[in-house]
C-alpha cells in the first residue's frame, strides 16, 4: 500500500504520497468527517456506538446504525484503490492502519512539542491553516472541531513566538517577518503579538514602518474597543520612536520614491466573526481603493505614513457618515404625516 498522508490542517484532503501525489477522492461529506474524527481519536480508532451516536444523533439508534455502515461502505470503495487497508474494521469499532499512514495534525503536535529548533520550524511550515477549515456537519460535530481547533491554534500561536526568536536570534530578517505576521493574524487585538511584530518591523523594516503600524493598531484599539494601549505596548512605540531598539539596516527596504520609508497599516486579520466591524472597514477601504489592510504574507506592500493616516480619517468619515443618515432618514420618517387607506395606515411615500 502506497503512503497515504490525511491533511487535517486547513482544507481536508488525503493524499496518495509519492513522486507524484495524488489526491484521492471521497465522494461523501460524512466520510470525510469520520475519517478526519478517526485520525484525531486516541489509538486512532472509535467504538460504532460512539460514532453512529456523534454523526447521527439525531436517528433512532437502529437508522444511526445503518447510516454508519453505509457511510463506511461508500468510504471503503473510496480508498479501495489507492489504501485498501487504511480502514480497519470488526463487530464493534472502526479504525485506521497506520503503519503507511501520515496525519499532519498529529504530526504537527509533536514536532511542537520537541527540544529541538528544527522540529519547532517544521511544525511552523506543517501549520496551513485552522483546522478543518471547509468542514461542517452540524451538532455535535462541530463542537469537537471547534474544540480541537482551538487547542490548535494555541498551539500554532506558541510555534510561531518561538520562530520569531529564533529567526531574530540568527538575524533572518525575512523568517522573523513572516511568523510575526502569522502570528497576529490570528488575532489582531493580541497586544502581547503586536509588541512581537512592533520589534520585527522596527530591526528588519525600520523606525517610520514600525511606527506606522503601531499608529494603526492604537487607533483600532480606541476606535473598536475603546481602549488605550497596554503601558508595555505604548513604552515599546516609545522606544521604536527614540531608536532604542537595534535596527538591521541591511534588511531595510530602499525609500519609495517620494523619499519616505515604506510603511504600511498592517493589523493582521482577525480569524472569526466577532469584529466585524473592522472587518467590513478593512474589505470598504480594499473596494474603495482608498488603502489595504494587507493579509498576512504580504509585508512587501508598502506605503507612505501619512496615508494610514487619511486612510484612518475615511474610515471614520465613512462609519459616522453612515449613522448621521440613518439617524436622519429615521427621525424624518417618524415626522412624516400619515393617512388611511383601504383600512390600513401607511406610511407616506
Known amino acids: 500500500m502506497a503512503p497515504i498522508s490525511v491533511r487535517l490542517l486547513g482544507r481536508f484532503a488525503a493524499v496518495i504520497d509519492g513522486d507524484a501525489p495524488s489526491e484521492l477522492r471521497i465522494a461523501s461529506r460524512k466520510g470525510r468527517a469520520l475519517l478526519a474524527y478517526l485520525a484525531m481519536h486516541p489509538d486512532r480508532r472509535a467504538s460504532r456506538e460512539h460514532l453512529a451516536a456523534l454523526f447521527w444523533g439525531d436517528q433512532t439508534d437502529e437508522r444511526a446504525r445503518h447510516s454508519l455502515r453505509q457511510c463506511l461502505v461508500s468510504l471503503r470503495r473510496d480508498l479501495v484503490k489507492a489504501a485498501p487497508g487504511v480502514l480497519v474494521m470488526d463487530a464493534s469499532t472502526v479504525g485506521l492502519q497506520t503503519n503507511d499512514l501520515r496525519i499532519d495534525a498529529v504530526e504537527f503536535s509533536s514536532l511542537a512539542d520537541s527540544p529541538e529548533a528544527s522540529d519547532v520550524e517544521r511544525a511552523a511550515v506543517l501549520y496551513r491553516g485552522e483546522f478543518l477549515s471547509e468542514l461542517s456537519l452540524?451538532?455535535?460535530?462541530?463542537?469537537?472541531?471547534?474544540?480541537?481547533?482551538?487547542?490548535?491554534?494555541d498551539v500554532a500561536a506558541r510555534v510561531l513566538e518561538t520562530c520569531v526568536a529564533l529567526a531574530d536570534a540568527r538575524f533572518d530578517g525575512k523568517q522573523a517577518l513572516s511568523a510575526a505576521e502569522r502570528l497576529i493574524a490570528f488575532d489582531a487585538f493580541r497586544e502581547d503579538w503586536q509588541r512581537i511584530a512592533l520589534r520585527v518591523y522596527a530591526r528588519y523594516r525600520?523606525?517610520?514602518?514600525?511606527?506606522?503600524?503601531?499608529?494603526?493598531?492604537?487607533?483600532?484599539?480606541?476606535?473598536?474597543?475603546?481602549?488605550?494601549?497596554?503601558?508595555?505596548?505604548?513604552?515599546?512605540?516609545?522606544?521604536?520612536?527614540?531608536?532604542?531598539?537595534?535596527?538591521?539596516?541591511?534588511?531595510?527596504?530602499?525609500?519609495?520614491?517620494?523619499?519616505t520609508a515604506g510603511a504600511t497599516l498592517q493589523v493582521g486579520w482577525p480569524p472569526t466573526d466577532r469584529l466585524g466591524a473592522l472587518a467590513a472597514s478593512t474589505i470598504h477601504a480594499r473596494k474603495s481603493g482608498v488603502l489595504a489592510a494587507f493579509l498576512p504574507g504580504s509585508g512587501d506592500h508598502a506605503i507612505p505614513r501619512s496615508l494610514s493616516?487619511?486612510?484612518?480619517?475615511?474610515?471614520?468619515?465613512?462609519?459616522?457618515?453612515?449613522?448621521?443618515?440613518?439617524?436622519?432618514?429615521?427621525?424624518?420618517?417618524?415626522?412624516?404625516?400619515?393617512?388611511?387607506r383601504t383600512g390600513r395606515c401607511l406610511a407616506a411615500a
Do not use: N
Not at 139 to 153: A, C, I, K
Not at 222 to 246: C, F, N, Y
Not at 311 to 332: D, K, P, Q
Open 206 to 259: 525600520g523606525r517610520e514602518f514600525a511606527l506606522a503600524h503601531a499608529d494603526a493598531c492604537v487607533a483600532v484599539l480606541k476606535s473598536e474597543l475603546g481602549v488605550d494601549p497596554e503601558p508595555a505596548t505604548q513604552m515599546l512605540i516609545d522606544d521604536i520612536r527614540t531608536g532604542a531598539i537595534s535596527v538591521d539596516s541591511a534588511a531595510i527596504p530602499t525609500s519609495s520614491p517620494d523619499g
Open 309 to 340: 493616516v487619511l486612510f484612518l480619517c475615511a474610515i471614520a468619515y465613512w462609519r459616522w457618515s453612515s449613522l448621521f443618515r440613518g439617524f436622519r432618514h429615521g427621525w424624518m420618517h417618524r415626522m412624516r404625516p400619515r393617512r388611511r
Open 138 to 153: 452540524g451538532e455535535p460535530f462541530d463542537t469537537w472541531v471547534r474544540r480541537t481547533r482551538g487547542h490548535l491554534d
